[in-house]
């Protein structure tokens, strides 16, 4: 295990794997997400009163960074999922590294724009 790890930490990240990273990990994030969504629609829509507490602890700031994390995480995957489709269909092939800090950057405007909401509506 200790050979493992000297190994992964001495493995020379490149965009390509970091952008592929982040893809597996907001895809498994998302995934969780939607199996713990339906949990929690199952379980708070049963009476009026669950429901009402369910909308008290949705204030609380743990779930609005947990929110703020989901929407971040959608973004990212859905704007790299679009860069990805470019270089399968060979037309961002010589971009890969440009078209990568694009996703980074319209993530982080639309994540802005879809959190502010979040924090302040």
Not at 33 to 45: D, K, P, S
Not at 92 to 101: A, M, N, R, S, Y
Request: one cysteine or more; glycine letters at 8%.
């Amino acid at each position: 295990m200790k050979t493992y790890l000297k190994q992964l930490f001495s493995y020379q990240w490149h965009l390509g794997t970091v952008a592929w990273f982040l893809m597996r990990l907001t895809g498994l994030a998302l995934a969780f997400y939607l199996c713990l969504h339906l949990v929690v629609i199952f379980y708070f829509g049963k009476s009026p009163q669950i429901f009402t507490t369910f909308l008290a602890v949705k204030e609380h700031i743990f779930i609005k960074v947990l929110e703020s994390l989901l929407v971040l995480a959608a973004c990212y995957h859905a704007g790299n999922g679009l860069r990805l489709i470019l270089i399968d269909l060979g037309i961002g092939i010589p971009w890969q590294k440009q078209l990568f800090v694009g996703v980074l950057v319209l993530t982080l405007i639309l994540s802005i724009i879809f959190i502010y909401p979040v924090w302040y509506g």
